[in-house]
């Protein structure tokens, strides 16, 4: 019977169907982040081992300093979080890629680059961004804190089997626009709960046109839209990615490994509960302009009058202009900003930090912005400085950090890496919630071009009017 990705990679991992929708899975990579990994003190309470240790993996992104003084400040290496994890490590023999290890980084961009995430395997995290890595045909989600406790005692995890949906996207991205402005045109369209109750994949022309990064950027959002697994099926382009990674398959098993990669894509005649379909030919540079992802629209248009007159739904749309301070009928573009950031889980790999230094190469940011760059981790912080990119941003007058989860969150440093109350924010992050990044700021969330474009004009562009930007 035809099956879907999804559904090969699940039936793959059934331990046991307990009924009802529900299974016990078998999770092949486990990864802890600094702040579920207080977990570990209660498996220690309890007098309990971690199962496998060989596939638990963990990393302390989301507390770590980053911007103004990450490398001199004692809580990148001695806060709790950080200590927590190191202790535990030692204590259980799971791989911690610690503060100073040169493998560092944002724990979802690592397990790709470290080949930790691979086709076909189940990969679980405290931390909803984990479906990132469904882009390399993984079945992959965020859990909480009980999950984590149960995932390191069994190796398993209780879930409700999901529907299942196909997003196809055909056609090209236009010059200029990027993956960042697709899944956030996609998610405006469907909205912040029309993926709930979902396993997506992403299909089409367009999504695998994308380069391994790009497909990386689109799966990071599919929880912005409710789903909790986004995927997209492996295929040369996933294999060439993953050729060489410390923790994938070697030698005959890389063989062996490849070709079974190549039976995982979704079946001619296999059908989904749900299907939907746009074409990437109508997708311009995006930008948000409330306090949802869905909230967003293309960077030359207006902000839009409330889809209803049902009065919750006016309400929530008013709530979301006031806190904004945006009207209905107002434009983006030529809205000052104060400050612009560029990194996080969904856009701070070697491509995108070369898509903002296409932008502003040769160029200063405007005088009244604050600008960092965040790399995902410290081998794309490597790669980027050895091909000069670092002397790009400073000399355009950015910040140049280190490593970790930054002002995504706003958990590390937090005083210094968070906004002022009242700042207007261009960020490449994936959530521009109330108060995500500093109390009262408001956050338009872009693509890394569009972020280095605001910075230079000193307010919202459309990155294509300047000189240098590139299709990334």
Same mark, same amino acid.
């Given at each position: 019977?035809?099956?879907?990705?999804?559904?090969?990679?699940?039936? $793959?991992?059934?331990?046991?169907?307990?009924?009802?929708?529900?299974?016990?899975?078998?999770?092949?990579?486990?990864?802890?982040?600094?702040?579920?990994?207080?977990?570990?003190?209660?498996?220690?309470?309890?007098?309990?081992?971690?199962?496998?240790?060989?596939?638990?993996?963990?990393?302390?992104?989301?507390?770590?300093?980053?911007?103004?003084?990450?490398?001199?400040?004692?809580?990148?290496?001695?806060?709790?979080?950080?200590?927590?994890?190191?202790?535990?490590?030692?204590?259980?023999?799971? $791989?911690?890629?610690?503060?100073?290890?040169?493998?560092?980084?944002?724990?979802?961009?690592?397990?790709?680059?470290?080949?930790?995430?691979?086709?076909?395997?189940?990969?679980?995290?405290?931390?909803?961004?984990?479906?990132?890595?469904?882009?390399?045909?993984?079945?992959?989600?965020?859990?909480?804190?009980?999950?984590?406790?149960?995932?390191?005692?069994?190796?398993?995890?209780?879930?409700?089997?999901?529907?299942?949906?196909?997003?196809?996207?055909?056609?090209?991205?236009?010059?200029?626009?990027?993956?960042?402005?697709?899944?956030?045109?996609?998610?405006?369209?469907?909205?912040?709960?029309?993926?709930?109750?979902?396993?997506?994949?992403?299909?089409?022309?367009?999504?695998?046109?994308?380069?391994?990064?790009?497909?990386?950027?689109?799966?990071?959002?599919?929880?912005?839209?409710?789903?909790?697994?986004?995927?997209?099926?492996?295929?040369?382009?996933?294999?060439?990615?993953?050729?060489?990674?410390?923790?994938?398959?070697?030698?005959?098993?890389?063989?062996?490994?490849?070709?079974?990669?190549?039976?995982?894509?979704?079946?001619?005649?296999?059908?989904?509960? $749900?299907?939907?379909?746009?074409?990437?030919?109508?997708?311009?540079?995006?930008?948000?302009?409330?306090?949802?992802?869905?909230?967003?629209?293309?960077?030359?248009?207006?902000?839009?009058?409330?889809?209803?007159?049902?009065?919750?739904?006016?309400?929530?749309?008013?709530?979301?202009?006031?806190?904004?301070?945006?009207?209905?009928?107002?434009?983006?573009?030529?809205?000052?900003?104060?400050?612009?950031?560029?990194?996080?889980?969904?856009?701070?790999?070697?491509?995108?930090?070369?898509?903002?230094?296409?932008?502003?190469?040769?160029?200063?940011?405007?005088?009244?912005?604050?600008?960092?760059?965040?790399?995902?981790?410290?081998?794309?912080?490597?790669?980027?400085?050895?091909?000069?990119?670092?002397?790009?941003?400073?000399?355009?007058?950015?910040?140049?950090?280190?490593?970790?989860?930054?002002?995504?969150?706003?958990?590390?440093?937090?005083?210094?890496?968070?906004?002022?109350?009242?700042?207007?924010?261009?960020?490449?992050?994936? $959530?521009?919630?109330?108060?995500?990044?500093?109390?009262?700021?408001?956050?338009?969330?872009?693509?890394?071009?569009?972020?280095?474009?605001?910075?230079?004009?000193?307010?919202?562009?459309?990155?294509?009017?300047?000189?240098?930007?590139?299709?990334?």
């Amino acid at each position: 019977m035809p099956a879907t990705l999804f559904e090969k990679v699940w039936s $793959r991992h059934v331990v046991r169907d307990l009924g009802d929708g529900f299974a016990l899975l078998f999770v092949d990579r486990h990864m802890i982040n600094d702040v579920v990994g207080r977990g570990l003190l209660t498996l220690n309470r309890r007098g309990l081992a971690v199962c496998h240790p060989e596939l638990t993996f963990a990393g302390a992104d989301h507390t770590v300093a980053t911007l103004w003084n990450a490398t001199d400040d004692e809580r990148t290496s001695a806060n709790p979080f950080v200590t927590n994890l190191r202790d535990n490590a030692r204590r259980h023999g799971f $791989r911690l890629f610690d503060t100073d290890d040169p493998d560092f980084g944002i724990i979802h961009i690592v397990a790709a680059e470290q080949g930790i995430a691979l086709p076909g395997a189940t990969v679980a995290c405290g931390d909803s961004h984990t479906c990132t890595l469904g882009a390399l045909g993984a079945l992959a989600w965020g859990l909480g804190q009980s999950d984590v406790v149960h995932i390191l005692a069994t190796q398993t995890m209780v879930l409700r089997k999901p529907k299942t949906m196909r997003i196809t996207v055909d056609g090209q991205l236009s010059p200029g626009v990027t993956a960042k402005d697709l899944v956030l045109y996609m998610i405006s369209r469907i909205g912040v709960h029309g993926g709930a109750g979902y396993a997506v994949e992403f299909a089409g022309e367009a999504i695998h046109a994308l380069p391994m990064e790009g497909r990386f950027t689109v799966c990071n959002m599919s929880i912005e839209f409710g789903a909790r697994f986004g995927m997209i099926a492996p295929d040369d382009v996933t294999v060439a990615y993953l050729d060489g990674s410390p923790h994938g398959p070697q030698g005959e098993d890389w063989q062996r490994a490849v070709e079974d990669w190549h039976s995982l894509p979704t079946d001619p005649g296999a059908t989904f509960d $749900r299907e939907l379909r746009f074409d990437a030919r109508d997708v311009t540079p995006q930008i948000s302009w409330g306090i949802t992802p869905a909230q967003t629209i293309g960077i030359d248009e207006a902000v839009p009058s409330a889809p209803s007159d049902e009065h919750t739904v006016r309400a929530t749309h008013e709530a979301a202009l006031s806190y904004v301070d945006l009207t209905e009928g107002q434009r983006l573009a030529g809205v000052d900003v104060d400050m612009v950031f560029i990194g996080s889980c969904v856009n701070a790999r070697l491509s995108d930090l070369r898509a903002a230094a296409d932008v502003v190469r040769g160029k200063r940011v405007a005088e009244h912005v604050t600008a960092w760059v965040s790399p995902g981790s410290e081998r794309v912080r490597r790669e980027a400085e050895a091909e000069g990119l670092d002397q790009v941003f400073l000399e355009a007058g950015f910040g140049w950090g280190r490593a970790g989860c930054s002002m995504c969150a706003g958990a590390g440093d937090q005083m210094r890496e968070t906004g002022r109350p009242g700042q207007r924010i261009v960020s490449t992050t994936n $959530r521009n919630f109330i108060g995500r990044q500093g109390p009262d700021v408001r956050t338009h969330l872009a693509s890394p071009a569009t972020a280095a474009a605001a910075a230079i004009a000193g307010h919202i562009v459309d990155p294509r009017t300047v000189t240098g930007a590139t299709h990334a």
